[in-house]
Protein backbone atom coordinates (compact mmCIF):
# COMPACT_ATOMS: atom_id res chain seq x y z
CA UNK A 1 0.00 0.00 0.00
CA UNK A 2 3.03 2.81 0.96
CA UNK A 3 4.37 1.51 -2.42
CA UNK A 4 0.75 2.76 -4.43
CA UNK A 5 0.78 5.13 -2.25
CA UNK A 6 4.71 6.75 -3.12
CA UNK A 7 3.88 6.16 -6.40
CA UNK A 8 0.19 8.07 -6.63
CA UNK A 9 2.31 10.74 -5.52
CA UNK A 10 5.45 10.71 -7.05
CA UNK A 11 2.87 10.69 -10.97
CA UNK A 12 1.84 14.19 -9.80
CA UNK A 13 -1.45 12.26 -10.31
CA UNK A 14 -3.98 14.79 -8.66
CA UNK A 15 -7.52 13.45 -8.86
CA UNK A 16 -7.01 10.43 -7.25
CA UNK A 17 -9.23 8.56 -4.70
CA UNK A 18 -7.44 5.10 -2.54
CA UNK A 19 -9.79 2.62 -1.89
CA UNK A 20 -7.73 0.56 1.01
CA UNK A 21 -9.51 -2.46 0.47
CA UNK A 22 -13.25 -3.46 -1.60
CA UNK A 23 -15.55 -4.74 0.92
CA UNK A 24 -12.97 -5.53 3.54
CA UNK A 25 -13.31 -8.38 5.62
CA UNK A 26 -14.43 -10.45 2.44
CA UNK A 27 -13.51 -14.28 2.69
CA UNK A 28 -11.41 -13.75 0.05
CA UNK A 29 -8.90 -11.98 2.36
CA UNK A 30 -6.35 -13.76 3.96
CA UNK A 31 -4.16 -11.21 6.00
CA UNK A 32 -5.54 -9.79 9.72
CA UNK A 33 -5.60 -6.57 8.32
CA UNK A 34 -7.76 -6.86 5.72
CA UNK A 35 -10.41 -8.86 7.81
CA UNK A 36 -11.40 -6.29 10.77
CA UNK A 37 -12.09 -2.84 11.11
CA UNK A 38 -9.71 -1.89 13.38
CA UNK A 39 -6.78 -3.09 10.69
CA UNK A 40 -8.52 -1.07 7.92
CA UNK A 41 -8.36 1.74 10.05
CA UNK A 42 -4.15 1.63 10.06
CA UNK A 43 -4.13 0.90 6.80
CA UNK A 44 -6.16 4.43 6.27
CA UNK A 45 -4.25 6.24 8.52
CA UNK A 46 -0.83 4.65 7.31
CA UNK A 47 -1.66 5.74 3.73
CA UNK A 48 -2.51 9.53 5.17
CA UNK A 49 0.67 9.53 6.91
CA UNK A 50 2.59 8.49 3.46
CA UNK A 51 0.46 11.33 1.53
CA UNK A 52 -1.60 13.59 3.16
CA UNK A 53 -3.14 15.23 0.53
CA UNK A 54 -4.52 11.76 -0.60
CA UNK A 55 -8.18 11.17 -0.13
CA UNK A 56 -8.52 7.74 1.54
CA UNK A 57 -11.73 4.91 2.38
CA UNK A 58 -12.20 1.47 2.46
CA UNK A 59 -15.68 -0.27 1.50
CA UNK A 60 -17.61 -2.10 3.89
CA UNK A 61 -19.79 -4.91 2.55
CA UNK A 62 -23.50 -5.00 0.46
CA UNK A 63 -25.02 -3.62 3.29
CA UNK A 64 -24.47 0.06 3.31
CA UNK A 65 -22.95 0.26 6.81
CA UNK A 66 -19.42 0.94 7.60
CA UNK A 67 -17.29 0.45 11.07
CA UNK A 68 -17.42 2.94 13.37
CA UNK A 69 -13.24 3.13 13.47
CA UNK A 70 -13.30 2.78 9.73
CA UNK A 71 -15.58 5.69 8.93
CA UNK A 72 -13.82 7.80 11.68
CA UNK A 73 -10.33 7.35 9.92
CA UNK A 74 -11.63 7.54 6.75
CA UNK A 75 -11.89 10.64 4.13
CA UNK A 76 -15.07 10.00 2.99
CA UNK A 77 -17.14 7.11 3.82
CA UNK A 78 -17.54 4.39 0.68
CA UNK A 79 -20.53 2.04 0.74
CA UNK A 80 -21.87 -0.53 -1.17
CA UNK A 81 -26.22 -1.14 -1.55
CA UNK A 82 -26.37 -4.07 -3.22
CA UNK A 83 -27.35 -6.77 -0.37
CA UNK A 84 -29.79 -3.44 0.79
CA UNK A 85 -33.56 -3.29 0.52
CA UNK A 86 -35.12 0.01 -0.84
CA UNK A 87 -36.53 0.80 2.37
CA UNK A 88 -33.45 0.63 4.55
CA UNK A 89 -31.25 2.77 2.12
CA UNK A 90 -32.61 5.80 3.92
CA UNK A 91 -31.50 4.79 7.57
CA UNK A 92 -28.40 3.80 6.41
CA UNK A 93 -27.37 6.97 4.87
CA UNK A 94 -28.65 8.67 8.06
CA UNK A 95 -26.75 6.96 10.60
CA UNK A 96 -23.63 7.76 8.19
CA UNK A 97 -24.41 11.79 8.42
CA UNK A 98 -23.05 11.83 12.03
CA UNK A 99 -19.17 11.48 10.40
CA UNK A 100 -19.91 14.63 9.07
CA UNK A 101 -18.22 13.10 5.66
CA UNK A 102 -19.29 12.60 1.96
CA UNK A 103 -20.98 8.81 1.55
CA UNK A 104 -20.07 7.72 -1.65
CA UNK A 105 -21.96 4.17 -2.50
CA UNK A 106 -20.21 3.71 -5.58
CA UNK A 107 -21.64 0.04 -6.06
CA UNK A 108 -25.23 -1.24 -6.02
CA UNK A 109 -26.46 -4.04 -8.16
CA UNK A 110 -29.63 -3.10 -8.50
CA UNK A 111 -31.34 -2.48 -11.91
CA UNK A 112 -34.17 -0.91 -13.74
CA UNK A 113 -36.83 0.44 -11.80
CA UNK A 114 -35.17 -0.90 -8.37
CA UNK A 115 -31.51 0.61 -9.68
CA UNK A 116 -33.63 3.86 -10.71
CA UNK A 117 -35.41 3.95 -7.18
CA UNK A 118 -32.07 3.14 -5.31
CA UNK A 119 -30.28 6.11 -6.78
CA UNK A 120 -33.17 8.84 -6.59
CA UNK A 121 -33.27 7.57 -2.86
CA UNK A 122 -29.39 7.97 -2.07
CA UNK A 123 -29.48 11.42 -3.89
CA UNK A 124 -32.59 12.47 -1.57
CA UNK A 125 -30.90 11.46 1.45
CA UNK A 126 -27.24 13.28 0.45
CA UNK A 127 -25.33 10.04 -0.92
CA UNK A 128 -23.94 9.58 -4.32
CA UNK A 129 -24.76 6.24 -5.81
CA UNK A 130 -22.59 3.92 -8.50
CA UNK A 131 -24.53 1.40 -10.69
CA UNK A 132 -22.49 -2.11 -10.55
CA UNK A 133 -24.18 -3.87 -13.52
CA UNK A 134 -22.94 -7.13 -12.82
CA UNK A 135 -24.67 -9.02 -15.47
CA UNK A 136 -23.50 -6.66 -18.08
CA UNK A 137 -20.04 -5.36 -17.00
CA UNK A 138 -18.82 -7.13 -14.16
CA UNK A 139 -17.59 -10.18 -15.81
CA UNK A 140 -15.60 -11.23 -19.16
CA UNK A 141 -16.04 -10.37 -21.58
CA UNK A 142 -16.39 -6.84 -20.24
CA UNK A 143 -18.81 -4.43 -22.15
CA UNK A 144 -19.93 -1.00 -21.40
CA UNK A 145 -22.39 0.47 -23.49
CA UNK A 146 -23.59 3.52 -21.42
CA UNK A 147 -27.25 4.01 -21.38
CA UNK A 148 -28.08 0.97 -23.04
CA UNK A 149 -26.64 -0.90 -20.37
CA UNK A 150 -30.01 0.12 -17.99
CA UNK A 151 -31.73 2.59 -19.57
CA UNK A 152 -34.17 3.45 -16.74
CA UNK A 153 -31.45 3.79 -14.48
CA UNK A 154 -29.77 6.20 -16.78
CA UNK A 155 -32.80 8.28 -17.35
CA UNK A 156 -33.48 8.59 -13.59
CA UNK A 157 -29.71 9.46 -13.29
CA UNK A 158 -30.22 12.44 -16.06
CA UNK A 159 -33.80 13.06 -14.36
CA UNK A 160 -32.11 13.61 -10.96
CA UNK A 161 -29.11 15.09 -11.96
CA UNK A 162 -30.52 17.96 -14.13
CA UNK A 163 -29.95 21.81 -12.44
Given amino acids: MINAVNWIKASGFTNVVVEIANEF ?33 AS ?48 DAKVGVQGAKSAEL ?7 WGLMADEINQHFPFAFRGAADDSLVYTKLKEITAP
Fill in 25 to 57: GHSGFDHRLLKSPEGIAELIRLAKRTAPDLLVS
Fill in 60 to 107: GYRDGRLAEQVARASDFLLIHFNGTLLDAIPRRIAALKRFGKPIVCNE
Fill in 122 to 128: CVANGAS
